[in-house]
């Protein structure tokens, strides 16, 4: 993409200007693979708590699984560095913001749309609790779009008065070491995004898609 914005490069400038000041930072989190690399370069940098907002995650025990995951890693990797905060799962905020789109192929307008409803209640959280900083972790995976991530953080920056902070976590090794820190704390990896479609897009049912692993050739 011609002019396409260099993340990673913004992102050093913002960390070499904060110095030693490590101030607050609410990191909206998906699951336990995608935090391990993230949560190890930001907790250099910030005071970080991390937010499990996912509503689009189906069926109810994936996403309960995906939560208790999340949480048995930061108690291994972080133990008591990182807050964990859970804030409401109702699937219903999902579909009410996708409808009309459930038949759009993932990575299109409908995930735009996962991932705005996902970061703006970061970014509105992060507003009401006094966090200089907010980003997320979608842009660890190879399967989401860095530049609309990166533009809806800062148009939520504009809109809730709070930082975001430009990132491409899989750049620099960033997904490869995601899949290192899961092997070593023996994560489970999710087999699809997250959402119904996804899931169904690949053959699960709402029985199979519950903890379906990605298989060793995957990881």
Same mark, same amino acid.
């Given at each position: 993409?011609?002019?396409?914005?260099?993340?990673?490069?913004?992102?050093?400038? /913002?960390?070499? +200007?904060?110095?030693?000041?490590?101030?607050?930072?609410?990191?909206?989190?998906?699951?336990? !693979?995608?935090?391990?690399?993230?949560?190890?370069?930001?907790?250099?940098?910030? +005071?970080?708590? *991390?937010?499990?907002?996912?509503?689009? #995650?189906? !069926?109810?025990?994936?996403?309960?699984?995906?939560?208790?995951?999340?949480?048995?890693?930061?108690?291994?990797?972080?133990?008591?560095?990182? @807050? =964990? /905060?859970?804030?409401?799962?109702?699937?219903?905020?999902?579909?009410?913001?996708?409808?009309?789109?459930?038949?759009?192929?993932?990575?299109?307008?409908?995930?735009?749309?996962?991932?705005?409803?996902?970061?703006?209640?970061?970014?509105?959280?992060?507003?009401?609790?006094?966090?200089?900083?907010?980003?997320?972790?979608?842009? *660890?995976?190879?399967?989401?779009? !860095? *530049?609309? #991530?990166? +533009? #809806?953080?800062?148009?939520?920056?504009?809109?809730?008065?709070?930082?975001? =902070? !430009?990132?491409?976590?899989?750049?620099?090794?960033?997904?490869?070491?995601?899949? @290192?820190?899961?092997?070593?704390?023996?994560?489970?990896? +999710?087999?699809?995004?997250?959402?119904?479609?996804?899931?169904?897009?690949?053959?699960?049912?709402?029985?199979?898609?519950?903890?379906?692993?990605?298989?060793?050739?995957?990881?």
């Amino acid at each position: 993409m011609a002019n396409r914005p260099n993340y990673t490069q913004q992102m050093d400038q /913002v960390l070499e +200007q904060l110095g030693q000041t490590r101030p607050r930072l609410l990191l909206h989190a998906c699951c336990g !693979p995608c935090s391990s690399s993230v949560l190890e370069l930001l907790c250099r940098h910030f +005071q970080v708590t *991390v937010l499990y907002y996912n509503p689009n #995650i189906w !069926p109810a025990a994936e996403y309960e699984r995906r939560q208790r995951e999340l949480a048995r890693f930061l108690g291994l990797a972080h133990p008591g560095e990182v @807050e =964990l /905060v859970e804030d409401t799962y109702d699937p219903a905020e999902f579909y009410q913001a996708v409808k009309g789109l459930e038949d759009e192929p993932e990575k299109g307008g409908r995930c735009t749309l996962c991932y705005r409803l996902r970061m703006e209640r970061a970014a509105r959280y992060a507003a009401q609790h006094g966090f200089e900083w907010f980003t997320t972790t979608l842009s *660890v995976s190879p399967l989401k779009d !860095p *530049v609309r #991530i990166n +533009q #809806i953080g800062l148009e939520l920056e504009e809109k809730y008065g709070v930082k975001h =902070l !430009p990132s491409e976590f899989r750049k620099r090794d960033g997904y490869k070491r995601s899949l @290192e820190l899961s092997a070593q704390y023996g994560l489970y990896r +999710q087999a699809y995004c997250g959402c119904e479609f996804s899931a169904r897009a690949r053959g699960f049912d709402e029985e199979s898609a519950a903890g379906a692993a990605q298989a060793p050739s995957e990881k």
